[in-house]
């Protein structure tokens, strides 16, 4: 099970990059894509989750659109143009990041 | 699974709000994904209550009311740009606490500006926030009562910490008070907020530690002043300069005795008119800090009170400057050599204005313009003696 300290930290670029592969996202949702593409190892809680989605939306980088079904209201979130190039960028700066970590951590030749 | 229907539905929102959630658009989006997550368990068999019960233990429906706080808190643009504010302001301080602490140590100019500016963005503007943003997301009695004491503690401190090391007048009252304000309100407070979260195991090493920490910063904060090996230094030269005026003004004496000339007497007027001056300065600073004998153990040494009211208010500084540079230009019209004109002029120079000094820098400052006084006499006489002869 990942760390909530190292999930902190990258749980933004793991929102936008799956609502920029998929045209919109319920919360929900959300919780169950990154559970199946982790392979279990990453929960995420609703606690943890719909800071970053609000937040994200008062930024402008995502956009909510609600869905009526008798009383209940399922919230879908899809990205902005903003949004949409950020997630790119971001994806890009962890990726780098993950390069550089596995430079540094990676186990010294045998002498 | 199975699809709630509109009455189990209902019955979520209306729990959650009894729970807690109390803002509509937030209510309505976690009873969908509960809904979402319960859906997955029902069957058609099931009994909803109690499944509804086992989803709320899983999620700790205790919480629910933080998770509002906390979205609440993210759609707010002007309070995560507050945060981030707390976090500039706090390296801004801290850097110039650092800076002007190193300047400070070595004596360069500036330090003062920085290390007072530094102090009043801690005071004035990281502190608030901070402790604003810290309640703001935890908001109970307890927190505030914490953030309030905190600020009050934290501000009492570092102010008088700062007027201790500028010497000015009020820094031991503002440390005594932050101090009370700590050991009776602030620590309390911590120790009960700690022990709320810590396991059982933990607590009296934890108090232990607590209570170790904070004396040794109690302690830490007393001892603000000079340090021994400082003081020592300082009051040698003291001790060396007023040896030092005794012996060239026996010298000087011992020269004029066997010779009677009206420039040599004088001379000889003018410098113990000076001498005059500077012992009664002295005299009064050391009546005015209450001190009979300087020492290691003298207090006040590192005070600038009593400099304050004896070299300014009675502006002996000014008088000093003043007599000292009268002294001086009178001596180099009355000898005629050369050499013992630069000797005057090394010794009496240029004497500076006084320049808001602690009591142990400003008698070590007036014992070396005694010393060089008599110093430059001895030199001026011995030259018109050799003259004469």
Request: charged fraction near 20%; include cysteine.
């Amino acid at each position: 099970m990942i760390s909530n300290d190292l999930l902190k930290g990258t749980l933004r670029t793991i929102v936008l990059k799956l609502l920029k592969e998929n045209s919109r996202l319920y919360g929900y949702e959300i919780t169950q894509k990154v559970e199946e593409l982790s392979g279990g190892e990453i929960k995420l809680t609703f606690g943890a989750l719909y800071p970053v989605l609000h937040k994200l939306e008062a930024e402008g980088y995502v956009v909510t659109e609600k869905e009526h079904n008798g009383k209940r209201v399922r919230i879908y979130y899809s990205l902005t143009p903003e949004g949409v190039s950020w997630a790119q960028s971001l994806v890009d700066e962890f990726e780098d990041f993950v390069l550089t970590m596995r430079l540094i951590l990676q186990p010294l030749p045998a002498q | 699974m199975r699809i709630l229907n509109d009455l189990e539905f209902d019955f979520i929102l209306d729990d959650l709000e009894q729970l807690g959630v109390t803002r509509e658009h937030i209510r309505l989006e976690l009873a969908d994904h509960i809904g979402c997550i319960l859906e997955q368990l029902l069957t058609h068999e099931s009994d909803f209550r109690m499944e509804y019960s086992k989803v709320l233990e899983s999620i700790d429906s205790s919480r629910l009311p933080a998770v509002q706080r906390k979205i609440l808190l993210s759609e707010n643009l002007k309070f995560q740009a507050m945060k981030k504010t707390t976090y500039v302001l706090g390296a801004i301080s801290a850097i110039m606490l650092v800076s002007g602490a190193i300047l400070k140590t070595n004596h360069i100019a500036g330090a003062s500006i920085i290390l007072t500016i530094g102090t009043f963005i801690i005071v004035m503007g990281f502190l608030p926030t901070l402790f604003y943003t810290s309640y703001k997301e935890e908001p109970s009695k307890l927190s505030f009562a914490f953030a309030a004491i905190g600020f009050i503690v934290a501000a009492s401190l570092l102010t008088g910490v700062l007027f201790k090391a500028m010497h000015w007048p009020g820094a031991n009252v503002l440390l005594l008070f932050g101090q009370i304000i700590l050991v009776t309100g602030f620590f309390p407070a911590y120790v009960v907020a700690i022990f709320r979260n810590v396991p059982s195991k933990q607590k009296i090493p934890m108090f232990i530690m607590l209570v170790l920490i904070s004396a040794s910063a109690l302690f830490m904060i007393s001892t603000i002043s000079y340090g021994k090996e400082f003081k020592e230094q300082h009051i040698g030269r003291y001790e060396k300069a007023n040896s030092a005026t005794n012996y060239f003004s026996n010298e000087a004496n011992a020269l004029t005795d066997s010779f009677n000339s009206s420039i040599i007497n004088e001379i000889k007027n003018r410098s113990n008119k000076l001498d005059s001056i500077l012992e009664n300065t002295k005299q009064e600073l050391l009546k005015e800090s209450e001190i009979d004998v300087i020492s290691v153990n003298s207090k006040h040494l590192d005070s600038k009170s009593a400099c304050y009211k004896v070299m300014i208010k009675k502006e002996k500084g000014a008088l000093i400057a003043n007599s000292t540079n009268a002294y001086s230009e009178f001596l180099l019209q009355s000898v005629k050599n050369a050499k013992t004109k630069h000797v005057v002029e090394t010794y009496l120079g240029n004497i500076p204005w006084y320049d808001n000094t602690t009591l142990l820098i400003t008698l070590v400052d007036i014992a070396e313009i005694q010393r060089n006084v008599r110093m430059a006499e001895y030199e001026a006489i011995s030259e018109l003696v050799t003259a004469k002869k």
